[in-house]
Antibody, heavy 121, light 110 residues
Framework: QVQLVQSGSELKKPGASVKISCKASGYSFTNYAMTWVRQAPGQGLEWMGWVNTNAGNPTYAPDFTGRFVFSFDTSVRTAYLHINSLQAEDGAVYYC??????????????WGQGTLVTVAS | QSALTQPASVSGSPGQSITISCTGTSSDVGRYNYVSWYQQHPGKAPKLLIYDVSNRPSGVSNRFSGSKSGNTASLTISGLQAEDEADYYCSSYTSSNTLVFGTGTKVTVL
């Protein structure tokens, strides 16, 4: 069955970087785009962007350009979210989610369990 | 891209039907039939309920149905059950080739 397993919670200081992993299983990794979604404490879902895991071209939402980077490694069927120069407002749960198409179609059908990032000095 | 507008909360008694609206613009909801709905219980990841306006994935109860008229999409939950108490989010593909989520609706079963 399709599974997305994310890395564990992170506690980071302001200015540091973090790398969240999302390991996929149960399907052909390069046949589906991967979407990233942020959820701040007590808030709604924010679309961060998606990456075509076959062609490699990422698309970022306007609020997530610059410090946020999507990458992936097909050999280990894993997608990554890098966040640089962490700020307090980056503290949130980050989800990876599989798109139903190879490109970003807008529909995601399977979600990871979420990774909590806490930014505090 | 502004979030799609949903009511903050909707409530109903067990067995009743409720409808959650999701209002966008002619650049997203009104332009594409790529509207999805997700259910999220506290502390859990969202779950896909409806895609392409009105399609249900395998395994999703037929008590959940979706529709769209103009710039507004709707999710109806019929035969409301205690387990339906959760947050619900809509999403839509946009003319900028991006995705936008709704503001979210908390459903309370009275």
């Amino acid at each position: 069955q399709v599974q997305l397993v994310q890395s564990g919670s992170e506690l980071k200081k302001p200015g540091a970087s973090v790398k969240i992993s999302c390991k996929a299983s149960g399907y052909s990794f390069t046949n589906y785009a991967m979407t990233w979604v942020r959820q701040a404490p007590g808030q709604g879902l924010e679309w961060m962007g998606w990456v075509n895991t076959n062609a490699g071209n990422p698309t970022y939402a306007p609020d997530f350009t610059g410090r946020f980077v999507f990458s992936f490694d097909t050999s280990v069927r894993t997608a990554y979210l890098h966040i640089n120069s962490l700020q307090a407002e980056d503290g949130a749960v980050y989800y990876c989610a599989r798109d139903i198409a190879r490109y970003g179609s807008g529909t995601v059908d399977y979600w990871g369990q979420g990774t909590l990032v806490t930014v505090a000095s | 891209q502004s979030a799609l507008t949903q009511p903050a909360s909707v409530s109903g008694s067990p067995g009743q039907s409720i409808t959650i609206s999701c209002t966008g613009t002619s650049s997203d909801v009104g332009r594409y039939n790529y509207v999805s709905w997700y259910q999220q219980h506290p502390g859990k990841a969202p779950k896909l309920l409806i895609y392409d306006v009105s399609n249900r994935p395998s395994g999703v109860s037929n008590r959940f149905s979706g529709s769209k008229s103009g710039n507004t999409a709707s999710l109806t939950i019929s035969g409301l059950q205690a387990e339906d108490e959760a947050d619900y989010y809509c999403s839509s593909y946009t003319s900028s080739n991006t995705l936008v989520f709704g503001t979210g609706t908390k459903v309370t079963v009275l």
